[in-house]
C-alpha cells in the first residue's frame, strides 16, 4: 500500500543557500564541499531532500539567480567534479538532490544575451525580449520590475529596449520562441543524465508576457516604500494561460527520467496556484504553497483557514505541500517569536503534504540585522527594510569565531548572528530541550509514523479561539496534533478519551493524557497518538 507514495510525498525537502551554508575553502563564502562535509549532519537531522539555491557560474548580481552558463559550477561553489562527487555522497546515504532551474532569465553576461544584444540582426536577438520605444522615446510600456523602477532597460547601440523582471542584469528570455525551449531543456536534460532528482522551478508562473505588451494595472493600495514586487497586478506579465504548456513540456521532459520531482516557485492565489498541478496533474508536482510565508495575522484561526482551504481545493491526486520560509523572505523565528516558532515547526513536519525546510529555521536561527554598507541584495537596493539578506546569514554550527561556517580569521559574506554562541547546531545537539532537538525528533516521528506522512487530516472545532487542533490517520491509528498559537495557556476538550503525548513543541512532556480536559501550555504543541 505504502509503495504508492513516491519518496518525494513521503520526503522532506531541506533548501540550502550554498552561499551561507558551509564555506571549505577559506574564502568566507559557502561551497560545494563545504555540503559535502555536512552530509553526516543533515542525515542524522533527518531530511530527505537537498535543494540547492542556484549554483551556476553567475556574476552574482542577484546570488546565483542570474546565471551566465546553466551547464557548468560557479568557481565560488566549485567544480563539476565537486558537484559529481557531492551528487554521489548525498545518494550513497539515499538521499535526493534537487537543483534550483531559472528559466525566466539569464544573466546579461550569457553569452546567449551578449549575442542578442550585439545587434537587431543577431540570430539570438529573439532569444529576449526587445521593443522600440514609445513615441516619447521612454520605455514600452508600463511594466515594473521586482526590484523596483522600469522592467526595461534601453540599450543605446541598437535603439531598443529589453525586458528585465528582476533586476537589469536579469534579461527576461522570450520563452515564445521555440529554440529558447529547445535550448533550455537541453539543459534541463544535462542536469537529470548526472543524476539529479529534479527541479525547483524560480518563477516559473512569471515565463510568458502578453503578446500585445499591455500596461499591467496598478494596485491603489501600494505606496512609495512599499515592497516593489507587490507595485502591479502582473496581470499582462504574470500568469499567462500559454504558461502551462511550457510547464507541461518540461514535465514530460521530466517524467521521461523516471521518479523525479518538479517544484514550481509560483506566488498565486489558491484558485490560480492549483492550475499548476495541471488539468491531468501533467504540470508541476508541487506548487509552492507560500501561505503560511504570506499569513498577515499567526492566528490559530488563520492558520486553520489557510489548511483547510489548501486541503479543500486540492484536486483529486494531487498532493499539498507547505513551506515556513525561504531565502526571500523573513525568517519565521523573527516573524513569530522563536517562541511560538517551535509550534509553527510541530505544524509544518506533521500536515499531510510535503515539508520545505529552510536551512537554519531547525535551530530557531532570525533575521540578522545587516548594516547598510554590507548589503548586497538588489531588493533592497531602494530601500533597505526591503533586502533579503538578514534572512541569508551563515549557517551556525558551533561557537567558533567563525560559527564554525568558516575558519577563523575568514570574514563571513554576510555578518554572523549574534547570537550564534548560543544557538549553533553543536550546542542545540547537546540540549535535551532545544529548538534543534524537537525538529530533530519531529523529522524522526514523521518518518517512523506513516499516519503522519502519507495518512488523511482533519481539523477539529474546539472551544479556544487560539488553538489548531487536527487529526492524522492511517490504518487505523489516529494521532492528533494540538497547536497552541498564542503565549497563554488554553483549556482544551478534545473528543477523545485517552492519549499518549509522543512529543510537545517545548520537549517538556510525554506519556498519557486525558484528552476530553486538559490544559495546553502557551507556546506549546503536542502530537498525541489517540487510544480510544
Ligand atoms: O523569487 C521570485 C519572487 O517572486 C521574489 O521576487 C519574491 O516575491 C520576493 O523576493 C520576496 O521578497 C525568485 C527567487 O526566489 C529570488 O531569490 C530571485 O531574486 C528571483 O526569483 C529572481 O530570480
Same mark, same amino acid.
Given at each position: 500500500m505504502e509503495n504508492v507514495y513516491s519518496w518525494w510525498q513521503q520526503g522532506v525537502v531541506y533548501q540550502i543557500y550554498p552561499r551561507s551554508f558551509m564555506d571549505s575553502n577559506g574564502d568566507g563564502v559557502g561551497d560545494l564541499s563545504g555540503i559535502r562535509q555536512r552530509l553526516d549532519y543533515l542525515q542524522w537531522l533527518g531530511v530527505d531532500a537537498l535543494w540547492l539555491s542556484p549554483?551556476?557560474?553567475?556574476?552574482?548580481?542577484?546570488?546565483?539567480?542570474?546565471?551566465?552558463?546553466?551547464?557548468?559550477?560557479?568557481?565560488?561553489?566549485?567544480?563539476?567534479?565537486?558537484?559529481?562527487?557531492?551528487?554521489?555522497?548525498?545518494?550513497?546515504?539515499?538521499?535526493?538532490?534537487?537543483?534550483?532551474?531559472?528559466?525566466?532569465?539569464?544573466?546579461?553576461?550569457?553569452?546567449?544575451?551578449?549575442?542578442?544584444?550585439a545587434s537587431r540582426e543577431s540570430e539570438k536577438r529573439d532569444w529576449y525580449i526587445w521593443r522600440d520605444p514609445a513615441a516619447d522615446g521612454g520605455p514600452p510600456n508600463n511594466w515594473t520590475s521586482f526590484f523596483g523602477g522600469s522592467a526595461w532597460e534601453f540599450d543605446a547601440a541598437?535603439?531598443?529596449?529589453?525586458?528585465?523582471?528582476?533586476?537589469?542584469?536579469?534579461?527576461?528570455?522570450?520563452?515564445?520562441?521555440?529554440?529558447? @525551449?529547445?535550448?533550455?531543456?537541453?539543459?534541463?536534460?544535462?542536469?537529470?543524465?548526472?543524476?539529479?532528482?529534479?527541479?525547483?522551478?524560480?518563477?516559473?508562473?512569471?515565463?510568458?508576457?502578453?503578446?500585445?505588451?499591455?500596461?499591467?494595472?496598478?494596485?491603489?493600495?501600494?505606496?512609495?516604500?512599499?515592497?516593489?514586487?507587490?507595485?502591479?497586478?502582473?496581470?499582462?506579465?504574470?500568469?499567462?494561460?500559454?504558461?502551462?504548456?511550457?510547464?507541461?513540456?518540461? @514535465?514530460?521532459?521530466?517524467d521521461s527520467y523516471g521518479e523525479k520531482v518538479f517544484i514550481g516557485e509560483i506566488y498565486l492565489p489558491l484558485p490560480q496556484l492549483m492550475e499548476y498541478y495541471g488539468e491531468m496533474l501533467d504540470e508541476v508536482h508541487l506548487p509552492f504553497n507560500f501561505q503560511f510565508v504570506q499569513l498577515a495575522n499567526w492566528h490559530a484561526r488563520d492558520i486553520r483557514a489557510s489548511v483547510d482551504a489548501y486541503e479543500t481545493i486540492l484536486p483529486e491526486g494531487a498532493w499539498p505541500n507547505w513551506v515556513l520560509g525561504n531565502h526571500d523572505r523573513s525568517r519565521i523565528a523573527t516573524r513569530i517569536g522563536r517562541a511560538q516558532s517551535r509550534v509553527a515547526q510541530m505544524?509544518?513536519?506533521?500536515? @499531510?503534504?510535503?515539508?520545505?525546510?529552510?536551512?537554519?529555521?531547525?535551530?530557531?536561527?532570525?533575521?540578522?540585522?545587516?548594516?547598510?554598507?554590507?548589503?548586497?541584495?538588489?531588493?533592497?537596493?531602494?530601500?533597505?527594510?526591503?533586502?533579503?539578506?538578514?534572512? @541569508?546569514?551563515?549557517?551556525?554550527?558551533?561557537?567558533?569565531?567563525?560559527?564554525?561556517?568558516?575558519?577563523?580569521?575568514?570574514?563571513?559574506?554576510?555578518?554572523?548572528?549574534?547570537?550564534?554562541r548560543h544557538f549553533n547546531v553543536e550546542r542545540e545537539q547537546q540540549e535535551e530541550r532545544s529548538y534543534l532537538t524537537l525538529v530533530q525528533n519531529l523529522l524522526t516521528l514523521r518518518r517512523q509514523i506513516p499516519a503522519l506522512h502519507v495518512g488523511s487530516y482533519a481539523s477539529i472545532d474546539v472551544a479556544s479561539e487560539e488553538c489548531f487542533v487536527y487529526v492524522r490517520e492511517h490504518a487505523g491509528k489516529r494521532y492528533v496534533v494540538a497547536l497552541n498559537c498564542s503565549n497563554a495557556d488554553q483549556a482544551l476538550s478534545l473528543p477523545f478519551k485517552e492519549g499518549t503525548i509522543m512529543l510537545s513543541a517545548s520537549l517538556e512532556r510525554t506519556g498519557p493524557i486525558a484528552l476530553e480536559d486538559f490544559v495546553l501550555p502557551a507556546n506549546d504543541g503536542y502530537l498525541i497518538e489517540i487510544a480510544d
Open positions: 549554483i551556476y557560474p553567475s556574476p552574482m548580481a542577484d546570488f546565483g539567480y542570474d546565471i551566465a552558463n546553466y551547464v557548468d559550477i560557479e568557481p565560488v561553489f566549485g567544480s563539476l567534479q565537486d558537484f559529481d562527487a557531492l551528487l554521489h555522497d548525498v545518494h550513497q546515504r539515499h538521499m535526493k538532490m534537487i537543483l534550483d532551474f531559472v528559466p525566466n532569465h539569464t544573466s546579461d553576461e550569457h553569452a546567449w544575451f551578449v549575442a542578442s544584444r541598437s535603439g531598443q529596449y529589453y525586458l528585465h523582471m528582476f533586476d537589469v542584469k536579469q534579461p527576461d528570455l522570450n520563452w515564445r520562441n521555440p529554440l529558447v @525551449r529547445q535550448a533550455m531543456y537541453d539543459v534541463m536534460r544535462f542536469w537529470l543524465d548526472r543524476g539529479v532528482d529534479g527541479f525547483r522551478v524560480d518563477v516559473i508562473w512569471m515565463m510568458i508576457k502578453d503578446t500585445q505588451f499591455r500596461d499591467n494595472p496598478e494596485r491603489p493600495d501600494w505606496k512609495p516604500g512599499d515592497p516593489p514586487y507587490a507595485r502591479q497586478e502582473g496581470i499582462y506579465t504574470e500568469n499567462q494561460p500559454e504558461v502551462h504548456d511550457v510547464i507541461r513540456e518540461m @514535465r514530460s521532459l521530466v505544524l509544518l513536519l506533521t500536515l @499531510r503534504g510535503t515539508p520545505t525546510c529552510y536551512y537554519g529555521d531547525e535551530l530557531g536561527m532570525e533575521d540578522v540585522a545587516v548594516p547598510p554598507e554590507l548589503m548586497h541584495d538588489p531588493q533592497g537596493k531602494d530601500n533597505p527594510i526591503h533586502s533579503r539578506d538578514p534572512e @541569508r546569514s551563515p549557517m551556525q554550527w558551533n561557537a567558533d569565531s567563525g560559527a564554525g561556517f568558516c575558519a577563523d580569521g575568514v570574514t563571513p559574506w554576510l555578518p554572523l548572528s549574534e547570537d550564534y
